[in-house]
């Protein structure tokens, strides 16, 4: 796993698009807990989704408003899916698998 360092780079309720192993990942950090990874760009019109809106297990594109599931990465529009990384808080830091 990767350390990302410290879970407090992401405020509450937003996300954050960090480059790990050249790949374009959007962190998310919901209000109501929880801690998701998922490929920044959108696969409708590659608007970064790190700059959603994140509403619990959602993000929602901020192009063209198409919601993306948080935990298994399918869309609201067609057959439209985004990748879904594996990460964890541990002691305050973000590991993620990538
Ligand atoms: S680019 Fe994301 S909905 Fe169009």
């Known amino acids: ?3 990302l360092g410290s879970i407090d780079k992401i405020p509450l309720g937003q996300g954050i698009c960090f480059i790990v192993e050249g790949k374009e990942i ?3 950090r919901p209000r109501d807990g929880g ?3 998922v490929q920044n760009k959108c696969p409708h019109r590659q608007g ?3 700059e959603g809106v994140c509403d619990q ?3 929602i594109c901020p192009y063209h408003a198409h919601k ?3 935990h298994t990465g399918m869309g609201s529009e067609g ?3 985004i990748k879904v990384y594996q990460i964890k ?3 305050g830091e973000i590991l993620i698998e990538v």
């Open 48 to 50: 970064s989704l790190a």
């Open 35 to 37: 801690l998701f990874a």
């Open 79 to 81: 057959d439209e899916k």
């Open 1 to 3: 796993m990767v350390n």
């Open 26 to 28: 959007a962190i998310f």
């Open 68 to 70: 993306f599931n948080l």
């Open 89 to 91: 808080e541990e002691k």
């Open 57 to 59: 297990n959602i993000v």
